[in-house]
């Protein structure tokens, strides 16, 4: 999981963006923090989980989780290259 830069204040929304396209993903994470919102960008369905699987509270027992990090309530999911042929 990569919180997107400049981490936002306590209560902000958190959003999980899954996005299979770095383009998307980038863009998608730009808008939400524009309209102030503290997306979680994840580019696997592994990632997705471990997100869904924080504690809704923020105090993690996963030492390698951020410190504080609370589950997002919402998602965003981008899967527009799934089944794309790539040459």
Same mark, same amino acid.
């Given at each position: 999981? =990569? *919180?997107?830069?400049?981490? *936002?204040? +306590? @209560? &902000?929304?958190?959003?999980?963006? /899954? &996005?299979?396209? %770095?383009?998307?993903?980038?863009? /998608?994470?730009?808008? /939400?923090? =524009?309209?102030?919102?503290?997306?979680?960008?994840? !580019?696997? &369905?592994?990632?997705? $989980? $471990?997100? %869904? $699987? %924080?504690? #809704? =509270? !923020? $105090?993690?027992?996963?030492? #390698? +989780?951020?410190? !504080?990090?609370?589950?997002? !309530?919402?998602?965003?999911?981008? %899967?527009?290259?799934? @089944? *794309?042929?790539?040459?």
């Amino acid at each position: 999981m =990569t *919180r997107a830069e400049g981490g *936002r204040e +306590a @209560g &902000a929304l958190r959003v999980i963006v /899954l &996005a299979d396209d %770095l383009i998307w993903a980038t863009r /998608l994470v730009g808008q /939400l923090g =524009t309209v102030g919102a503290d997306p979680v960008r994840v !580019g696997s &369905a592994d990632g997705f $989980a $471990a997100a %869904l $699987a %924080l504690p #809704s =509270t !923020g $105090a993690s027992t996963d030492a #390698s +989780a951020d410190a !504080g990090a609370v589950r997002p !309530g919402h998602a965003v999911i981008d %899967l527009t290259e799934i @089944g *794309r042929a790539h040459v």
